[in-house]
């Protein structure tokens, strides 16, 4: 068994968003089924788009921890809904400081913003953190190795916690012949980090296909580096709350749970 500390609160519910893209009422069910499951997997915390928070509040069951995803013009209030996370693009000619700055967020909530990750942003502040897009709808969305790898070695070596978005849908890079491109695997992201964490390149970890290779990779991480690679690795949002789970299982990474 790899160490169980890797895969530990991974996984944020992004059931709103596509490719699943669920009504509110089917992802708050989804969502609800999963907390009373309790897969240790899963953050349980429940991704909302700014813009779908009144459809939320209108509904009788909460999620218990909620990120919100900026997709409005102005960030909405939110003091009366369980959000510890808001993510948002950075403008442009905007830096993460000033970003943080304007909006000031209120004690517990960590702002994590956007940055696209061949363009590095250089001045994140204490308590900041940025989040990169690794896919999406169209071939293009899909960063290069390269630039994941930049992404991922400035937040290393910078100390920068950073969540990421759209594109991981299994554990294992593979290709997606819908779109023709290589979709990044969000066990290959984990392993990078360690390897940053650990001095070394992450590009390969990134770039390679190799599943025994990479089970090999995960089973031989030690304790102290996987600590430190979740503590920058701060969790990715999957619209799939189960087909991580069942991935990490079907690789023996993980335990059946009863």
């Known amino acids: 068994m790899g160490t169980m500390i890797l895969y530990t609160a991974l ?6 968003f596509p490719p699943t893209s669920l009504h509110m009422d089917e992802a708050l069910a989804r969502y609800r089924r999963d907390v009373e499951r309790g897969n240790p997997v899963l953050t349980h915390r429940f991704l909302c788009p700014a813009s779908r928070l009144d459809r939320l509040r209108g509904k009788d069951y909460r999620p218990r921890r909620m990120g919100l995803i900026v997709d409005t013009p102005e960030v909405p209030a939110f003091d009366d809904l369980p959000v510890d996370i808001v ?3 950075l403008p442009d000619g905007t830096s993460v400081a000033t970003l943080a700055d304007q909006l000031r967020l209120p004690d ?5 913003a956007e940055v696209v990750p061949g363009k590095m942003a250089v001045d994140v502040p204490d308590g900041v953190g940025l989040k990169v897009r690794c896919g999406g709808l169209a071939a293009d969305a899909f960063p290069p ?6 992404f991922i070695k400035f937040c290393v070596d910078n100390d920068v916690p950073f969540k990421a978005t759209a ?4 554990a294992i890079r593979h290709f997606d012949p819908s779109l023709g491109v290589d ?3 969000f066990l290959n992201l984990a392993l990078a980090v360690c390897e940053a964490v650990e001095g070394r390149d992450p590009a390969p970890a990134l ?3 190799d599943v025994g290779h990479l089970v090999r990779l995960a089973q031989s991480v030690p304790e102290e580096t996987a600590k430190r690679a979740r503590r920058l690795l701060v ?7 189960s087909t991580p789970v069942e991935d990490l299982r079907t690789l023996g990474l993980i335990e059946e749970v009863p």
Not at 11 to 16: C, F, K, M, P, T
Request: hydrophobic fraction near 30%; proline fraction near 3%.
């Open 235 to 241: 969790s990715y949002g999957s619209c799939s709350t």
């Open 167 to 170: 594109g991981l849908h299994h």
């Open 11 to 16: 996984v944020d519910d992004a059931g709103l």
């Open 108 to 112: 517990g909530v960590r702002l994590f």
């Open 183 to 185: 979709r990044h695997g």
């Open 207 to 209: 770039r390679t296909t």
């Open 87 to 89: 993510e948002m693009p």
């Open 145 to 150: 190795v390269e630039h994941l790898a930049m």
